[in-house]
């Protein structure tokens, strides 16, 4: 199915309505789709060859990246979270009574997406719904996955035969939600034993920078276009004036307002783990220098980060902020305590659940769509152009749950 971007129409038979939403479906299995990360030494260059693949990063970089893994082994703590996550899935799952196998793919390690979908469609099944453990919009946080799933069903000739669609970005899911607010609360409740002067305190909401250029076609054309008028920023410029830093910072407003222990407590988003090279601009500040310029402006004495773009405790959460945020801190003589992340936290388990029991056509009795934002709930389909990147070589991947996917439907 093709769609004009300017001018979507929307084919009833398609499944979904004008506001993105999938009508229920007889799904047979759901795909936790991931990033993958290395299981030992020998692991960490092929899998950072992958991440890299076709993007050029010079190779001075991913010897700095390895470095991380090298010091845990050569091990992403991100493998055994995922596992963790699926076991619970299942558990959530099978305590409600729905009967839905749970499979595991990754996009750069194994068990890579290919296989995966090749085996659901071996052991009979005929319609995957995909949940990723990625909470916002943007190329390497939905679109990605999609494209790795569109690439995956042509590679694979599964094309056709196997559909494939996807829960809809949950960054503002109560169960997401609640899991943040809760580490929150004890975050500041540790914090507020060492420091106890409020204005002494800053919380700060980490996420991971991405370029302003991804930043920018985060979300629906239309979406971003507002964002863009009512911030009145310059085009290009970013931090709320596009869809991935304003679901970041409309998060942030939520969980403020729903810790008690926040009162009072002056935030900031902030974002870690940038790469590529310094000519391409990406998001601002990072964590590490809005740290020192905080330390410099004010009196300060303590500083509580919530990885509010982060699902598990992944290298990059136990790296860039476990250890390089908080030897920042420790330089500028400021306490730190970094909060959870969602992991298996129960009300994320049964949030996700919950999102995967509201496409399911087999039940009497579907969830609510839940969104706790003024952007959510989110689109179950991704609007026309949706986090679009052109390739180097110009061309666009093929993707799936898009209203202009062209893989993944019509099994
Ligand atoms: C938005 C976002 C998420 C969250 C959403 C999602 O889950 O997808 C995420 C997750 C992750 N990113 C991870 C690791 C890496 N990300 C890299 C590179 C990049 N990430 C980017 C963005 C994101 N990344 C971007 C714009 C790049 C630039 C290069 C490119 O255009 O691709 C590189 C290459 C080396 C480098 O340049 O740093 C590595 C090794 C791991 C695994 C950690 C572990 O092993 O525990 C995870 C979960
Ligand atoms: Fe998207």
């Not at 979406?223 to 911030?231: D, N, S, Y």
């Not at 790296?319 to 730190?336: I, R, S, V, Y």
Request: with cysteine; hydrophobic share 35%; charged share 25%.
């Amino acid at each position: 199915m093709t769609e004009n971007p300017a001018a979507p129409s929307f084919d009833p038979r398609a499944g979904y309505d004008e506001n993105g939403v999938m009508e229920p479906k007889a799904y047979d299995a759901l795909l936790l789709a991931s990033f993958g990360g290395p299981e030992g030494q020998d692991d960490v260059i092929p899998f950072l060859r992958n991440v890299t693949r076709g993007r050029g990063i010079p190779d001075e970089r991913l010897e700095e990246v390895a470095a991380h893994y090298r010091a845990h082994g050569g091990v992403s703590p991100i493998n055994d979270q995922n596992r963790a996550l699926k076991a619970a899935l299942e558990e959530e799952l099978s305590r409600r009574n729905i009967d839905l196998p749970v499979y595991w793919g990754n996009r750069n390690w194994d068990p890579y997406v290919p296989e995966t979908l090749q085996q659901i469609y071996d052991d009979g099944h005929r319609r995957a719904l995909t949940v990723t453990t990625s909470a916002y919009s943007g190329y390497s946080s939905c679109r990605q996955y999609r494209e790795d799933l569109g690439v995956a069903l042509r590679e694979t000739r599964l094309e056709g035969k196997l559909e494939v669609d996807k829960v809809r970005q949950y960054f503002d899911h109560p169960g997401f939600v609640q899991s943040f607010a809760e580490g929150m609360r004890d975050g500041l409740r540790t914090m507020l034993e060492r420091v106890d002067d409020t204005s002494k305190i800053h919380v700060f909401f980490a996420t991971h920078s991405i370029p302003d250029s991804d930043a920018a076609a985060a979300g629906p054309r239309p979406l971003a276009e507002e964002l863009t008028r009512r911030t009145g920023a310059e085009p290009g410029e970013t931090n709320g004036a596009d869809a991935y830093s304003a679901q970041h910072l409309a998060v942030a407003e939520i969980l403020m307002e729903v810790v008690d222990e926040a009162a009072g407590i002056d935030w900031s988003l902030v974002y870690q783990s940038r790469s590529g090279p310094p000519s391409v601009p990406w998001l601002e500040p990072d964590i590490n220098d809005a740290m020192e310029e905080l330390a410099q402006q004010q009196d300060i004495a303590g500083v509580v980060v919530v990885p509010l773009g982060f699902v598990s405790d992944h290298m990059e959460v136990v790296w860039d902020l476990d250890t390089e945020a908080k030897e920042t801190a420790e330089e500028l003589n400021l306490e730190f305590v970094r909060t959870p992340t969602p992991g298996t936290h129960q009300r994320f388990v049964a949030g996700l659940v919950d999102m995967v029991a509201e496409r399911l056509a087999q039940l009497d009795e579907r969830p609510q769509r839940a969104g706790m934002s003024e952007f959510g709930p989110w689109y179950d389909v991704c609007r026309p152009d949706c986090c679009v990147k052109t390739m180097r070589d110009g061309t666009q991947k093929p993707t799936v749950a898009a209203v202009d996917s062209e893989v993944g439907v019509h099994a």
